[in-house]
Structure formats: structure tokens, C-alpha cells
């Protein structure tokens, strides 16, 4: 019995002892990361840039190519052009109607075109003239100043 009696009195007075408190950052998993992300870097920067391409030349013709393509422009003072001629919003639809019964194809694109100071209200307009004028697809082309 006195082997019992000398572990009892050590087990009452055991205490759970707390780790200290650690004050240093463990900063390996961060250098990891930015070594991955480095990595990564070094192999993608490579790529951003643009690699030259000799495309092949063909003899293939547009298929309108025969055909100048309708242009409308408008320039900064909000006129209005068809084909260099100038032609004011009222008088747009007609003329456009006329030129769609002379060119018989639903599916012609019209190009138009304007300048970077046209107003945003003006090009908007042209648009819904077109459509109404039977012109639904048009293509947006800025001109150089």
C-alpha cells in the first residue's frame, strides 16, 4: 500500500499548465505563398505579350465588294451625311426608303460613321432613323479627326 499512497499525492497536486503565449508572426506559410505567386508571375509575364502571327494571304473576295457600302456620317456640329451629301433628320427616312427600294437587299448593312465630339443624342437618333428607313443592321465606325 505505500507504493498507492505516493502516486495519490502527486496526482491531487498536478496542474494543467498553459503554453506561453507565442509573440512571433510565423511567417514561413506567407513566404511560401509569395514564392508560389512569384513563380507564377515569372512563368505568365512572358505570355502577356503579344506573339507575332504570319496569317496566310488569300484571293477570297468580299462578298459586297462590288457594292460601296452606304455610309452615313455625323460630325461635332450634328450634321448629317449620306454618301457626302448632306441631309437634314427630316428628310432622312424618305431618303433612305428610296435608297433601300433602289438597292433590294433587306439584309444591306449601313456604316455609320462619326467623329468623337458628335453628340450621343444625334448618333441615337440616326439609328432609330435608320431602322425606320429599313436599314436594321449597321455597323459603328469612329473617324479619325
Known amino acids: 500500500m505505500g507504493m498507492n499512497s505516493g502516486t495519490a499525492v502527486y496526482a491531487g497536486k498536478r496542474r494543467h499548465r498553459r503554453r506561453?503565449?507565442?509573440?512571433?508572426?510565423n511567417v514561413t506559410p506567407m513566404v511560401d505563398v509569395m514564392l508560389v505567386l512569384l513563380i507564377i508571375f515569372m512563368i505568365s509575364?512572358?505570355?502577356?505579350?503579344?506573339?507575332?502571327?504570319?496569317?496566310?494571304q488569300t484571293q477570297?473576295?468580299?462578298?459586297?465588294?462590288?457594292?460601296?457600302?452606304?455610309?452615313?456620317?455625323?460630325?461635332?456640329?450634328?450634321?448629317?451625311?449620306?454618301?457626302?451629301?448632306?441631309?437634314?433628320?427630316?428628310?432622312?427616312?424618305?431618303?433612305?426608303?428610296?435608297?433601300?427600294?433602289?438597292?433590294?437587299?433587306?439584309?444591306e448593312r449601313v456604316e455609320l460613321q462619326g467623329v468623337r465630339d458628335?453628340?450621343?443624342?444625334?448618333?441615337?437618333?440616326?439609328m432609330g432613323l435608320l431602322q425606320k428607313g429599313g436599314f436594321p443592321k449597321m455597323t459603328l465606325r469612329h473617324l479619325p479627326e
Request: glycine share 2%; net charge negative.
Open 45 to 56: 509575364a512572358p505570355m502577356l505579350v503579344g506573339v507575332p502571327i504570319d496569317m496566310p
Open 118 to 126: 458628335a453628340k450621343y443624342e444625334t448618333i441615337a437618333k440616326v
Open 60 to 107: 477570297a473576295k468580299h462578298l459586297d465588294q462590288d457594292r460601296e457600302p452606304l455610309t452615313i456620317k455625323v460630325n461635332e456640329k450634328g450634321q448629317v451625311f449620306v454618301q457626302d451629301v448632306e441631309v437634314s433628320l427630316d428628310e432622312l427616312v424618305p431618303k433612305l426608303k428610296a435608297i433601300a427600294k433602289t438597292r433590294k437587299n433587306p439584309d
Open 20 to 25: 506561453p503565449v507565442m509573440a512571433e508572426i
